[in-house]
């Protein structure tokens, strides 16, 4: 495992990126890979808001579009313009998200860090954050 604060650092340069002129919450998102590449995404939305895409989904599906579907951890950064690193409060990812996690990370050691900066970041596993998870074991 790389070092956490990498990782921030990867998510908020994925932030500047952000596509968001109707909420103005800017998220960024650094997938890291068991090869250690890493995948950065932002939230991009939309004037019809439902296809807006989040910043996590949009790593996840970098990734998994470029071959990559071995993950180890996500660092997620998010605020309102304008405010700076550290200056938001934390930024969970949504319930979409932590499912699409669950279709390709392991629920007890695929962790998810949650980031004002790169000094204060919360860590859980996938499986703190999706208890019960719905996954394909459950239809098979
Ligand atoms: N958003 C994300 O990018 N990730 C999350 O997990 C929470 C929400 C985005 C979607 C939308 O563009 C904006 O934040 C406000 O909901």
Redesign the pocket.
Known sequence: MIDVKVLIDKAFEAQQF?Y?P??G???G?ALLCDNGNIYKG????NAAFTP???????AFFKAISEGDNKFTAIA?V?NKNGLKPGEGDF????A??RQVMAEFCDLDTFKVYIAKSRDEYLEYTLGELLPLAFTGKDIK
Request: one cysteine or more.
């Open positions: 952000c968001t109707y909420s919450f800017n998220v998102a932002c939230n991009i939305e807006t895409n989040c910043a996590e989904r949009t997620i998010g930024c969970a990812p949504c979409v998200c």
